[in-house]
């Protein structure tokens, strides 16, 4: 994993989607039709530094660098980065940290 040259504000996730396979181990090819929409996997590659408080400190993150999280398949912004393209979602759109 590359570092890249953002740094995200607050609550904001810099991430790169996970594509899923769209065969089976067999080499059956999965219709689009069929594949699930509703969920996308993604690796975190950078996160800010949480969101601000009315204290002024920052709330920390859930989630680090590395983590793989799932996110619904409408969340966050696409972002193109030194050629790379990534997705710039909010810490709340996190769904859960996939194991």
Do not use: W
């Not at 040259?5 to 065969?23: M, V, W």
């Not at 999280?69 to 912004?77: E, F, K, Q, R």
């Amino acid at each position: 994993m590359n570092k890249i040259n953002l740094n995200p504000f607050a609550d904001r996730i810099i991430a790169r989607e996970i594509k899923e396979s769209t065969t089976t181990p067999g080499g059956i090819i999965i219709p689009s039709s069929v594949q699930q929409k509703k969920l996308k996997k993604v690796e975190i590659v950078a996160v800010g530094p949480g969101k601000l408080l009315p204290s002024g400190e920052h709330k920390k993150m859930d989630v680090g660098v590395g983590d793989v999280v799932a996110i619904s398949s409408h969340s966050g912004y696409p972002i193109k980065v030194e050629g790379e393209d990534y997705l710039l979602v909010e810490e709340d759109a996190v769904l859960g940290i996939v194991e």
